[in-house]
């Protein structure tokens, strides 16, 4: 019971609070930047649209953590979700800058992606492991894009999505060391189309 209370703050904290990160965000060094207005609304929607991501992960994390019997995985999934909060700072504080906003369907995202998230740990340990290694793939290869996407002087929002793809690299790394097994394929189709759906719809609302 105690963790699902420590999920239900989380939710409240994600969905309702200011984020606050731990590291400086990494467009902080960057000097601004003045966007043409078509530039400033397509960062603005991709930078909403990652922002869902981050949203899904906290999710996602604490779902897995409080399910899990093993310790010392649950607090590796704390530590990650820890870091995914630094990404969600950074992508609500630059959807400020942009004047911007986030989904308005984010209650939405959370419960989607919470559900998911105890599905996949109630099945064993290494199944939930292996739903980290194939989400951050599959958001490491949609940050990618999105690096293809945005607009060349748009250099803050560039600096915090690469930063994003590489921790979320690592989050991979760490679970298949962890002992991750390999989702079948459908579940993987599943989820990158579930992921469609969302980072289509997020894109505008």
């Not at 731990?22 to 649209?49: C, K």
């Not at 019997?69 to 800058?97: C, M, N, S, Y």
Request: with cysteine; hydrophobic share 45%; glycine share 4%.
């Amino acid at each position: 019971m105690d963790r699902f209370l420590i999920a239900a703050d989380s939710a409240l904290r994600t969905l309702f609070a200011t984020p606050q990160a731990s590291q400086p965000s990494p467009a902080a060094a960057l000097p601004p930047v003045q966007l043409a207005a078509p530039q400033a609304r397509l960062s603005g929607a991709l930078m909403r649209v990652n922002h869902v991501g981050e949203v899904c992960a906290q999710a996602l994390y604490m779902a897995q953590a409080c399910v899990t019997r093993d310790e010392a995985l649950r607090q590796d999934l704390l530590v990650a979700a820890k870091e995914e909060t630094d990404h969600l700072a950074w992508t609500r504080e630059r959807l400020d800058i942009l004047h911007s906003r986030p989904s308005l369907l984010n209650p939405l995202w959370f419960t989607g992606a919470f559900c998911i998230g105890l599905a996949a740990a109630g099945v064993s340990d290494r199944a939930s492991l292996g739903f980290v290694v194939e989400t951050e793939k599959q958001v490491s290869a949609h940050l990618q894009s999105h690096l293809h996407r945005l607009p060349e002087e748009d250099a803050p929002s560039r600096a915090i999505v690469a930063r994003m793809q590489e921790d979320e690299e690592r989050h991979a790394t760490q679970a298949l060391a962890a002992g991750a097994a390999p989702l079948p394929a459908p579940a993987q189709w599943l989820m990158r189309a579930a992921a469609k759906v969302m980072t289509t719809t997020a894109h505008y609302i």
